[in-house]
């Protein structure tokens, strides 16, 4: 993990705990299993309990290279 972010005990819950100064400030959470390419629908289900102060969240999919610094997609 990124040290903006902090992994609950349940290991599904995480906690962005950064400070947010610039836009490139940001902690990002990847599964450890791909979707599958043979998929034409892939569903996943995200709950955001606090926007935060700046109200800025991504969402998304990435490659498998992202950097955990980067926002998704």
Do not use: W
Not at 11 to 39: E, T
Not at 47 to 54: A, P
Request: positive net charge.
């Amino acid at each position: 993990m990124f040290r903006t972010l902090q992994v609950g005990k349940d290991k599904l819950s995480v906690k962005y705990v950064g400070v947010a100064r610039h836009n490139n400030d940001v902690g990002a959470v990847q599964a450890n299993c791909c979707v599958p390419k043979n998929r034409l629908i892939y569903y996943y289900e995200v709950t955001v309990k606090d926007k935060g102060d700046k109200g800025r969240i991504g969402v998304g999919y990435a490659e498998a290279n992202m950097k955990p610094g980067r926002q998704p997609g």
